[in-house]
């Protein structure tokens, strides 16, 4: 591909993000004027008190919390995507989700069996947080742990779903035995939420993020190797088992605080691979990476506006609305394309 052109790709690309970016902190249920939305974000004081408090503890870290969901899950699925040479699979097939929702679960709908304090826990962010970490985590260890004992790449795939449907099973007794209003919180926790996390929460859900980017960095040359077969990736000296673990690894802890502190959301990681191959027209890492994390974060930024639903005090389950995004362009893709990435 032309340098230049991928470099004016790149260019018009973060244009888009910043400009999805002020377009998503100036919508909500309440109104503000573009001009004092853009003053709001540099800081300004010279502005409405309370315009001035929305943006900068509501919308602004709503906003960073879209470009890191969106931006993490991209980059997850590229990479599953890439080890498992499977264009459907994303950056849940590794039952780490699934782990963080059972760890939610056993909290929310097990809370009544262990007193008033768990039951308080249920209702806070970072004890939800830390659930579904402790799920997440469990789950990777697993998995990881089994997938030594096996050679075939897609055998770790299977044990994968395997570990998703064991825990999802585990979901449905709890479910069973639990209060209505228990089933309530734990629905409202799987639909997803961009909006419920706090500065201190954000720094703690970015530091964790960061370990997974750069652990990306580190395998970015042995990705495009593994394109090529494993065969061809040993010939070349790459250590296969240390590449699969980091990648697994890296898929575990960025999936794994995404969940832990946004919920399960779903297709974005599936679908913006495949958009970033389109449109750059490449298998090469150095480029999909970069390009699957803007395009990443502004389909995230572009689905939550949409779940905003401007100029209305209603919030649409930012879940529905990947779905509904992501579900047509795999369809699409499945079908124009007929070529596996």
């Known amino acids: 591909m032309n340098l230049k052109s991928t470099k004016n790709q ?24 573009f001009k004092d939305v ?23 870290p709503k906003a960073f919390t879209a470009i890191l969901v969106g931006s ?17 699979a994303g950056p849940f097939v590794l039952g780490i989700s699934s782990g963080a929702s059972l760890g939610v ?17 249920a209702f806070s962010n970072f004890g939800l947080a830390i659930a579904a970490s402790s799920g997440a985590f469990l789950v990777m260890l697993a998995v990881m742990i089994v997938a030594q004992k096996v050679q075939n ?4 795939l299977i044990i994968g ?36 996390l706090s500065w201190n929460e954000l720094l703690l859900f970015f530091s964790i993020y960061l370990i997974g980017l750069i652990l990306v960095i580190i395998i970015i040359k042995p990705l495009n190797t593994l394109l090529l077969g494993e065969n061809y990736a040993k010939s070349l000296g790459v250590n296969l088992k240390r590449v699969k673990n980091i990648t697994l690894i890296t898929t ?22 495949h958009l970033a191959k389109l449109i750059f027209n490449t298998s090469n890492h150095k480029i999909l990476l970069p390009a699957s994390f803007i395009i990443g974060a ?3 930024l572009i689905s939550d506006s949409i779940a905003q639903l401007p100029n209305s005090e209603y919030t649409l389950p930012i879940n529905a609305i990947t779905s509904l995004f992501g579900a047509p362009i795999v369809i699409w893709l499945l079908v124009k394309n007929k070529k596996t990435y």
């Open 10 to 33: 790149f260019i018009v690309l973060t244009i888009l993000g910043l400009f999805f970016m002020i377009l998503n902190i100036s919508l909500g249920s309440v109104n503000i004027p």
């Open 38 to 60: 853009v003053l709001g974000v540099l800081g300004d004081t010279n502005i409405k008190e309370s315009w001035l408090y929305i943006i900068q503890n509501y919308r602004l």
């Open 72 to 88: 993490g899950l991209s980059i997850s699925g590229l990479l599953m995507q890439t080890l498992f040479r499977n264009p459907l």
């Open 105 to 121: 679960a056993l909290l929310i709908l097990g809370a009544s069996l262990f007193g008033a304090s768990f039951s308080a826990l």
């Open 153 to 156: 790449t897609m055998s770790i």
């Open 161 to 196: 779903l395997m570990f998703g449907s064991l825990t999802s099973a585990i979901i449905s007794v709890l479910a069973y035995f639990s209060s209505a209003q228990e089933l309530q919180q734990f629905l409202f926790w799987s639909f997803g939420s961009l909006g419920n």
């Open 252 to 273: 575990a802890i960025l999936t794994g605080v995404i969940t832990a502190f946004s919920g399960p959301i779903a297709f974005v990681g599936l679908a913006v691979p």
């Open 298 to 300: 502004i389909v995230m």
